[in-house]
């Protein structure tokens, strides 16, 4: 995923932001792994999900808010403070997450 991000921020005149799915793995320590690798390649914002997979489950909204706080945190000590973070919900994509939701 980084090595795209550099390829694409390389050749662009435009800003960059990095569709990271779900932080490619569950934990917080991995959305900022992938957060702060994509920062290094060149780009200014992700799109972080809330699923766990496609189509599956959604993380629980702390869970969720612990994985937003570490891609924020790793954007900081990126050197990047005003990452723009697109924090996505994938809830239409669920039935029973909607069903849930409203």
């Not at 917080?28 to 200014?44: P, Q, R």
């Not at 972080?48 to 954007?75: C, I, K, M």
Request: negative net charge; aromatic residues 2%; glycine residues 14%.
């Amino acid at each position: 995923m980084a090595e795209a991000v550099r390829r694409i921020s390389g050749v662009v005149d435009v800003l960059v932001r990095a569709g990271v799915e779900g932080g490619y793995g569950p934990g917080a320590e991995t959305v900022a792994a992938t957060v702060h690798a994509v920062i290094e390649a060149g780009a200014v914002g992700v799109g972080l999900e809330d699923s766990l997979g496609p189509g599956g489950p959604l993380h629980d909204v702390p869970a969720q808010a612990v994985r937003l706080r570490a891609a924020r945190s790793a954007a900081e000590d990126a050197g990047l403070p005003g990452l723009w973070i697109n924090a996505r919900t994938d809830v239409s994509c669920s039935a029973s997450a909607l069903r849930r939701t409203v």
